[in-house]
Each structure stands twice: as C-alpha cells, then as structure tokens.
C-alpha cells in the first residue's frame, strides 16, 4: 500500500520516498508519493525519480496496477529502469503540468454547478477539459453560462477535502454527480471535494485551494453526442 500525499497536501512537487517494489511490467511501487496514477477523468502525473547521487529516472506514466486503488505504479521510461525495493529516492512531478491539471479539474466541478444535469463521462487535460451530461439541449444562451462560470472562480471560493465512511456515501446518493463511474468505496472512507458553500462531491484528484487560481474560462464547444448527451468542452481563457 502506497501513502498518497497528494490526497492531504496536492502542492507537494517534491518528496522523499522508498521502494517498496518493483512490478511485473517495471513499475516502481514507493512507500509513499505525490504522483497522481490515471483515475476519474484526469490523467497520470509525469516527472523522475531522482537517486542519491543526482541520478534521474523519467517517469512516463502514473498507473493504478491492475485496478489496485491502494497502490500506485510508476512507469519509467525506456530503458530508465535500475531501482531494487530499499532504495531511497526523491519523488519530484512536472508541477507546471500538474497545476493546470488542479485548475482544470476544480473547474469542471464548478461548471457541474453552472449546469445542474447529470454527468455522464468527462476528461481533464492540462489546456482543455469536457464534460458529458445528461441534457436534452444546449443552453439557450451560453454568454449567461460563462458569465456564471467566471463569477463563481472570481468569488475566491475555497477547496478543500473532507472525508466520509462508505456507510454515509451510501446514505447520501444525491452527492453523486457521474452516472456512469461511482465514488471509490470499500477501503472504508471516500474523500469528497467542498468548494465554499456551492458545491460537494466525492473525489479522489487534485484541486487548487481556491477557486480564484483557475483564472478566466471560455466555454468550447458543445457537441451533440445522442439523443439525451452533450459534451461541453471547457478552456483556459487569456
């Protein structure tokens, strides 16, 4: 089991850690880390594994193995593999990459508030992030929407991460936006994600501490994906 520092503090762009394995496919499993692994929509940190001697190792990818939500994987690139379980290194991400990820991600949750439907699927990316709802149209006047979207990330909302036992996730379903991928449970507590008193969800990625660091928003396109689904793309605006 891998501790996940990025759960209680998502600005760490460096920490000491141990390995803990190595994986069948070369994945290096540390005791702890600050590498988000592929889950939710968001994509996998990127970044190196720096030895004691100043040595680097490139990390390529950030896996969950075989669907282990208690361990993450670090993928080395090509031919970047020499670590043995004991060693000591320093774990350090592409923060750059990261923030726009936390930004992009706090700001679909609050794009799920501007449009109340139910969610169906979404992606963040580091310059560009959608979601899917189940909604019959498109918003008759998206001017109004962004207006909205850019008033609650002016508002200086604060983020911030409490947690909840499986039991009383079960008991509030209503907290469940996304129809199609449920609150991780069975490890006896889900993580959910505050934004002021606007909004509540259960989460597991990264997310800026106020909303006011996501900066100004532009609504992309909105694509008709089936009778009842449309994907709302969002970007970064200048």
């Not at 189940?134 to 998206?142: F, G, H, I, K, S």
């Not at 509030?172 to 507590?189: E, F, H, S, Y």
């Not at 002021?196 to 609504?219: A, F």
Request: overall charge negative; some cysteine; charged content about 20%.
């Amino acid at each position: 089991m891998t501790e996940f520092l990025f759960r209680s503090d998502s600005y760490l762009a460096s920490a000491p850690a141990t390995v803990l394995a190595i994986a069948g496919d070369g994945g290096i499993v540390l005791d702890q880390t600050i590498f988000y692994a592929s889950s939710g929509g968001q994509p996998g940190d990127t970044g190196w594994l720096e030895r004691a001697d100043g040595t680097r190792i490139a990390i390529a990818a950030t896996v969950h193995p075989e669907g282990d939500k208690t361990t993450i994987a670090h993928l080395p690139a090509p031919g970047e593999h020499s670590l043995a379980a004991g060693d000591a290194v320093t774990a350090n991400i592409d923060w750059d990459t990261r923030y726009k990820l936390m930004r992009m991600h706090t700001a679909l949750h609050l794009l799920s508030v501007v449009l109340p439907f139910p969610v169906t699927g979404g992606s963040i990316g580091a310059d560009k992030g959608r979601l899917d709802f189940d909604m019959p149209e498109a918003p008759a006047d998206l001017t109004a929407v962004e207006a909205r979207l850019n008033a609650l990330v002016a508002g200086n909302h604060p983020v911030t991460a409490e947690w909840i036992t499986d039991e009383q996730m079960a008991a509030q379903p209503d907290l469940i936006k996304t129809m199609n991928v449920k609150p991780p449970m069975g490890q006896g507590r889900v993580r959910l994600i505050r934004i002021g008193d606007i909004d509540l969800q259960p989460c597991g990625g990264t997310h800026v501490r106020n909303t006011s660091e996501i900066g100004p928003l532009k609504l992309g396109k909105i694509e008709k994906k089936g009778a009842q689904n449309r994907r709302v793309s969002l970007v970064f605006g200048a």
